[in-house]
């Protein structure tokens, strides 16, 4: 079977947008997402760890991450919302198909979520309560947590990688039907874009729970003394170089290993290679930056910060871009959203970006707002 014949042919479908606009707010709205997303997709597992092992400054640091995380949460899934919008209404021809083949699994995330965010709030709850080092219940949830987000990550990976497995779909249709009626339990597992995907995204959130390390330190962190900063300066640079050289790996195995031919073909020649340099080479730039800083000892400035947490927001919008790319690459044999016709509806497209540039701003005035609180004093 052709795999193109696995798609929907349907001659009234039609783009409700220009072509461009839907990959561009794609991007963006996924990049608005992923920042907040990398915190709590490892993040909470670097903070679960650092209430055990991490002395005094990393238990300091755990439980101001997990006091923030509802916050946290909460920004990301609502950015995410954009992202996966556009996703259903561009790439609806493939996205529906692979989630259909998937279904249980992609509504289990809504089962997921609900007990990790709320393990989240148990945890943040019982801080106040116990000192920064919550035991008991507390702890099993915030443990819960900090597995349930990266299954979800894993749930969404088998997702998106499915959208570009056209060719897979008919085996796995086979392998998961009753009488010709899908039964929705299929995973992409043997996919190999599967593995490696997943785990660069993990990579990629270490570096960005570092830059927060700083970012949180410079901006929000005023009441903390001199040797918790100081021990910013020193961990972020650390993990970092963790988070790099997952990235790396990962990224290495993924480019190398899974992507086709056609793929490379365009993707390590010009002019794209420059965008596949600068996504790989990009994360450096910011590890270099925090290890030119790590020797200071006076306290973390709002400069420092805000260009660590700019650098690190190019980083991932770099991930993202190169990420359209490659998908529209590996879908556009079969599918192809730019020679797809559009009736472009001007007015709900004028009132979706007027809510969503709102909506941005309210929230970055609501941050800066907490930012600009003054330091609080034991006696205050």
Do not use: C
Request: hydrophobic share 55%.
């Amino acid at each position: 079977m052709n795999p193109a014949d696995l798609l929907d042919k349907w001659p009234g479908w039609v783009l409700p947008a220009p072509p461009w606009f839907i990959v561009a707010i794609k991007t963006v709205g996924f990049t608005l997402h992923a920042a907040p997303m990398n915190l709590w997709y490892a993040g909470i597992v670097v903070a679960m760890l650092l209430a055990v092992l991490g002395g005094e400054h990393g238990r300091q640091f755990s439980a101001r991450l997990m006091r923030q995380m509802p916050v946290i949460i909460a920004v990301g899934i609502n950015f995410g919302i954009v992202p996966l919008l556009f996703i259903q209404v561009g790439y609806g021809s493939v996205f529906y198909p692979a989630t259909i083949l998937m279904a249980w699994p992609w509504l289990l995330v809504v089962v997921l979520l609900l007990p990790a965010y709320y393990g989240v709030y148990t945890y943040g709850h019982a801080l106040a309560k116990a000192d920064g080092r919550p035991t008991g219940f507390p702890r099993v949830a915030g443990w819960g947590a900090a597995i349930l987000f990266p299954v979800i990550g894993f749930i969404f990976a088998n997702a998106m990688s499915l959208m570009e497995n056209v060719a897979g779909w008919q085996k796995l249709y086979a392998a998961n039907n009753y009488h010709g009626a899908a039964l929705g339990a299929a995973l992409n597992t043997g996919d190999p874009r599967l593995w490696p995907r997943w785990l660069l995204m993990f990579g990629l959130a270490l570096t960005t729970t570092a830059a927060w390390v700083v970012v949180d330190a410079g901006w929000f962190a005023g009441r903390e003394s001199d040797d918790y900063q100081r021990w910013v300066r020193r961990f972020a640079w650390k993990l970092y170089a963790l988070g790099i050289a997952w990235f790396a790996a990962a990224g290495s195995w993924y480019v190398f290993g899974t992507w086709s031919d056609a793929t490379k073909a365009v993707m390590l020649k010009q002019p794209w290679v420059t965008l596949t340099a600068a996504t790989a080479l990009a994360p450096g730039a910011v590890w270099l930056l925090l290890l030119l800083s790590r020797g200071g000892q006076e306290r973390i400035g709002r400069l420092l910060a805000a260009l660590v947490g700019l650098a690190q927001f190019g980083v991932v919008l770099l991930n993202a871009a190169s990420r359209q790319v490659v998908q529209h690459l590996e879908i556009s044999a079969t599918y192809n959203i730019l020679e797809k016709p559009a009736r472009v509806q001007w007015t709900p497209l004028a009132i979706f970006l007027a809510i969503a540039v709102s909506g941005v701003v309210v929230a970055g005035w609501l941050i800066y707002q907490v930012a600009r609180l003054p330091a609080k004093t034991d006696a205050a």
